[in-house]
Nanobody, 116 residues
């Protein structure tokens, strides 16, 4: 069974930084896009950032210039470096992996809380 193991969430003051990691427990056939989404209670899950196999990235406008997504293909791991955090960034962050057939895998979520 495929598992996505997330780590790095926590409590941080506004202006601080956190780094999220998501490691795939075993090989997913032909991983394509890796990404991060976030969700607050009562709202839909929203895209934060994605990165393709060749390194092309896409960011939500709200995090551009503050967050950086990266991946290590050899380790099947994706990272999200979050700088200049704001209280509005508080959410549960979910790792997402999509293979070339379009099948999606989700992590269990890691909580990020930014205090003002």
């Amino acid at each position: 069974q495929v598992q996505l193991v997330e780590s790095g969430g926590g409590l941080v003051q506004a202006g601080g930084s956190l780094r999220l990691s998501c490691a795939v427990s075993r090989n997913i056939l032909r991983i394509n896009v890796m990404g991060w989404y976030r969700q607050v209670p009562g709202k839909q899950r929203e895209l934060v950032a994605t990165i393709t196999t060749d390194g092309s990235t896409n960011y939500a406008n709200s995090v551009k210039g503050r967050f950086t997504i990266s991946r290590d293909n050899a380790k099947n791991t994706v990272y999200l470096q979050m700088n200049s955090l704001k209280p509005g960034d508080s959410a549960a962050y979910y790792c997402n992996i999509q293979n070339v057939l379009g099948k999606n895998y989700w992590g269990q979520g890691t909580q990020v809380t930014v205090s003002s």
